[in-house]
């Protein structure tokens, strides 16, 4: 596991820095919380733990389409 140590506004590139499969930005921090965006095609699924592990028991159907609607973060 790579733990490293990011500040508000700052990124994580995944893979290739000249052609990166993703990014990771923190959002912001606001007490003990973080919030993280995630830049990744839309092809590459993305989960949090609690609901990956609900895929691989079967109770949600990753084919579904995600109820609600998923819009980018604000830049800056």
């Known amino acids: 596991m790579l733990v490293i140590t990011r ?4 990124e994580v590139v995944i ?3 000249a052609s990166p499969i993703g990014i990771v930005r923190i959002a912001s ?3 003990d919380r973080v919030r993280i965006a995630f ?6 699924p993305v989960h949090r733990k ?20 998923i819009r980018p973060a604000a830049e800056g």
């Open 7 to 10: 500040r508000e506004g700052e």
């Open 15 to 17: 893979g290739n820095p």
């Open 29 to 31: 921090i606001k007490g």
């Open 39 to 44: 830049e990744f095609p839309r092809e590459i």
């Open 50 to 69: 609690e609901v990956a592990a609900q895929i691989l028991a079967g109770a949600i159907d990753p084919a579904k389409p995600v109820i609600g609607q």
